[in-house]
Nanobody, 123 residues
Framework: QVRLMESGGGSVQAGGSLRLSCITS????????MAWIRQAPGKEREGVAS??????RTTYADSVKGRFTISQEVGKLYLQMNSLKPEDTAMYYC??????????????????WGQGTQVTVSS
């Protein structure tokens, strides 16, 4: 059974950087689609970045392109976040599904997630 546990969130000023990590146990990366999804208070969940282990193909939301980078190694998923903006403030979740997702940034494509890690960016 896949288990996900996020870490690395915190509070930073605008323009700063954070690196989120997700420990992924019980899964073989090459068979899973992984993603980082965020949810701000009062807003819907938003997919920000995704990677398919079988090919390494990555997908990014327009709002984070050029600033965020998703990567993975066996047992871990990362999200490097640079040039952070106040609008990036949200709870960030690591999510997973077995097999390729045709809509990799659509939260409903995923059926496993962790407890989340809070990111707060002040202006």
């Amino acid at each position: 059974q896949v288990r996900l546990m996020e870490s690395g969130g915190g509070s930073v000023q605008a323009g700063g950087s954070l690196r989120l990590s997700c420990i992924t146990s019980g899964s073989d990366p090459k068979y899973y689609q992984m993603a980082w999804i965020r949810q701000a208070p009062g807003k819907e969940r938003e997919g920000v970045a995704s990677i398919y282990g079988g090919s390494g193909r990555t997908t990014y939301a327009d709002s984070v392109k050029g600033r965020f980078t998703i990567s993975q190694e066996v047992g871990k998923l990362y999200l490097q976040m640079n040039s952070l903006k106040p609008e990036d403030t949200a709870m960030y979740y690591c999510m997973a599904r077995w097999g390729y997702a045709f809509r990799p940034l659509e939260p409903s494509e995923y059926d496993k997630w962790g407890q989340g890690t809070q990111v707060t960016v002040s202006s």
